[in-house]
Nanobody, 123 residues
Framework: QVELVESGGGSVLSGASLRLSCRASGRTFSGPGMAWFRQAPGEEEREFVAAIAWYAGLAWYGDSVKERFTISRDYAKNTMYLQMNSLKPEDTAAYYC???????????????WGKGTQVAVSS
């Protein structure tokens, strides 16, 4: 069983930066991939943000965050990161990390989920 714990959320002003972390524990994570999703207030579905292939380091991004967010991982620490720059009010959401296939943009493809960390961006 893999346990995922997110951290790094907070309340910031538009244009600021935040770095989210997701640490995997329970057993050594063996991939193949991890991802970030977000769920905005009032929305029923989670939106794909970014994904990374655990060993190859290949990355995929949602259209709304390209050029602003960067996903990375440190497999020695079993930790994935999401560097978020130039934050906008529309980035306000609960951010969840997930473990499963490499590069999938579909919520249903992921087997393990964290409980989420809140990001609030005000103008």
């Amino acid at each position: 069983q893999v346990e995922l714990v997110e951290s790094g959320g907070g309340s910031v002003l538009s244009g600021a930066s935040l770095r989210l972390s997701c640490r995997a524990s329970g057993r050594t994570f063996s991939g193949p991939g991890m991802a970030w999703f977000r769920q905005a207030p009032g929305e029923e579905e989670r939106e794909f943000v970014a994904a990374i292939a655990w060993y190859a380091g290949l990355a995929w991004y949602g259209d709304s965050v390209k050029e602003r967010f960067t996903i990375s991982r440190d497999y020695a620490k079993n930790t994935m990161y999401l560097q978020m720059n130039s934050l906008k009010p529309e980035d306000t959401a609960a951010y969840y990390c997930a473990a499963g296939p490499a590069g999938s943009r579909q919520v249903r493809r992921y087997d393990y989920w964290g409980k989420g960390t809140q990001v609030a961006v005000s103008s």
